[in-house]
């Protein structure tokens, strides 16, 4: 069955970066895009992108580039966020979420990583 | 940006209620419209994709509805493995874009 299990919850201060993995299994890994979506305390989700996990290509949405890096490593089957320079409203739930068949939008998602910003 | 308003941000409901769930688009968005299910701690789930189509192995109780702007998850004959917060996602253009979500409780 097809599972995406992040790593866990990472505590950060101001200006340090972090990386959240998402490692896939139960499908091939390249056959199916990756997105990543936010969700900020009390606030609903933010999709921040995508990237195709054949070809490696991201497609940032606004406002989620400059800082906000996906990667992958093909060989485990991960999909990686690397948020760098943090600032306290980076504080948020990630989720990584697979991209299903052409025209399904997201068919399974990731159980989501708490970043917390702060001194 | 296609913008959805969800509604209602809360719910209620009695063991045995008919509940809906309204999400409206901004502007035309055909059925590309899903609903998943999300439990506290847990990944979310998909059930209900392409605005009418239950998703495989979901429970026939949930239904979708609807086309272009406006959408509906009804949840029939509710219980209580149905308490979770539910949302709504388009995927008809970039940027996708989420509905704020509705927390569904039992009385």
Redesign the interface.
Known sequence: QVQ?VQSGSELKKPGASVRVSCKASGYTFTNYPM?W?RQAPGQ????M?YINTNTGNP?Y??GFTGRFVFSLDTSVSTAYLQISSLKAEDTAIY?C?RVGEV??????????TLVTVSS | ETTLTQSPAFLSATPGDIVHISCKASQDIDDDMNWYQQKPGEAAIFIIQEATTLVPGIPPRFSGSGFGTDFTLTINDIDSEDVAYYFCLQHDSFPWTFGQGTKVELK
């Open positions: 995406l997105t979506v609903g989700f933010e999709w992108g497609t949405a606004q989720f979420a025209a399904t939008g997201v068919d399974y998602w990731g159980q989501g």
